[in-house]
């Protein structure tokens, strides 16, 4: 049965966000984590997809803030205390109706943002040994890249049990009939009532252009950087 609340929740930027890190990581871990990768050079690859991720990281470190009433981070983000009950209530199988992220769903957001800007970042110092250099390789020498390269190495382990987490909490929201990939995928989400997070944007969409156009402009900037 249909909601008889709608309420645009993501807005474009965040759907566009949202696919190209999907497909950027799916590279990203193609290239390392599977033989046979069908790129000339998936050392090369990896590492563009790599960029591309920080890039992508950039302009939702940005928009957490600038952007639309639900991609902001202080509209998702609770204290402890409303994180546990929130989980509690989610255990027995009640849980509020959020429009944004729920309050676990949230935390867990802001850990995989972390995890994966620390894998982006991590990224542009290291190097093969062979046929590959990032572009800060040796700033801070051989020895902080090595230890970065192993960091960067267990994080990406940490990243795949991160990726699993978010799949199965889709699956139990599916289960408790809210549909969150559909959400991702047309922006839209519907309600029987008023979620507890319902907000008004306070911007006007014009102001939303502008400050997206910014956070792309800075984010396409550190991309070419890194690129070229």
């Known amino acids: 049965m249909r909601g008889k609340v709608a309420i645009e929740v993501w807005d474009s930027w965040m759907r566009l966000f949202h696919w190209g890190l999907v497909l950027a990581v799916l590279i990203s871990f193609y290239t390392t984590k599977t033989s046979g990768a069908p790129f000339l ?26 952007g639309s009433v639900y991609a902001r981070f202080k509209t998702f983000l609770y204290p402890p205390a409303k994180t546990m009950a ?56 051989e020895g902080a890249s090595s230890q970065l390269r192993t960091l960067h190495q ?32 047309g922006g839209t989400k519907r309600f029987h009532q008023q979620p507890t997070d319902a907000h008004n944007e306070p911007l006007t969409a014009s102001m939303l252009r502008l400050r997206a156009l910014g956070a792309l402009l800075i984010a396409a900037g550190v991309v070419v950087w890194l690129w070229f």
């Not at 050079?41 to 600038?66: D, N, S, T």
């Not at 944004?100 to 994966?116: A, D, E, K, Q």
């Not at 699993?164 to 969150?180: S, T």
Request: aromatic content about 14%; cysteine-free; glycine content about 10%.
């Open 41 to 66: 050079f998936p050392i090369e690859v990896h590492a563009q997809a790599g960029y591309l991720i920080l890039g992508l990281l950039v302009f939702r470190w940005l928009w957490g803030v600038l």
């Open 154 to 185: 267990w994080n990406s382990d940490l990243l795949i049990i991160l990726i699993g987490l978010h799949l199965v909490g889709l699956v139990v929201h599916r289960l408790l009939g809210e549909p969150l990939l559909a959400a991702m995928l």
């Open 86 to 141: 929130y989980s509690k209530a989610l255990i027995q199988r009640k849980p509020s109706a959020y429009a944004s992220h729920n309050p676990l769903g949230g935390w867990m957001v802001v850990i995989m943002l972390l995890s994966l800007t620390f894998q982006a970042v991590s990224g542009v110092f290291l190097s093969d040994d062979i046929f590959f250099q990032a572009p800060l390789y040796g700033l801070f020498g």
